[in-house]
């Protein structure tokens, strides 16, 4: 057994495509529209469905805006270098809603970016916490 993918709800495909593609780096790997059903199937990731986990996004045609609750808490990415991560997603008008640092009792390095559609995306950086270009200085927030 393995993990497929996670299905994400979003009121705007094309902003949320522009937001996990462009801004995130994943690639559109298919897309289908059902018209009998009036829905949107895009699946994005960073490696191909045979062998990775991806995001299912779905738009319900005419739906533009969801209550997200408080039962979902958000994605998780690994990067190599969150600071330069976190630089680049807000050059290219992505919304970093937590800069990085420290999580809250603890010494991982996180932040926190929100898509289109207010999903939360942390980013943790990869491997030793040295390798990133600024050191963790940001104190830890609660997102």
Request: aromatic share 10%; proline share 4%.
């Amino acid at each position: 057994m393995r993990l497929l993918h996670t299905m994400l709800r979003v009121g705007n495909l094309e902003e949320s495509l522009k937001f996990y593609c462009d801004v995130l780096g994943m690639k559109l790997l298919r897309q289908k529209d059902y018209p009998g059903g009036e829905f949107t199937l895009a699946f994005v990731g960073y490696g191909d469905e045979s062998d990775h986990t991806v995001l299912e996004l779905t738009y319900n045609w005419g739906t533009s805006q969801y209550d997200l609750g408080d039962a979902y808490g958000h994605i998780a990415i690994g990067v190599d270098d969150i600071y330069a991560t976190c630089d680049r997603i807000k050059q290219q008008g992505g919304n970093v809603v937590r800069e990085p640092g420290p999580m809250k009792h603890g010494s991982t390095v996180i932040a926190f970016v929100q898509d289109p559609s207010g999903y939360k995306v942390e980013l943790i950086q990869l491997g030793t916490q040295g390798t990133a270009s600024k050191p963790p200085t940001a104190t830890a927030q609660t997102v």
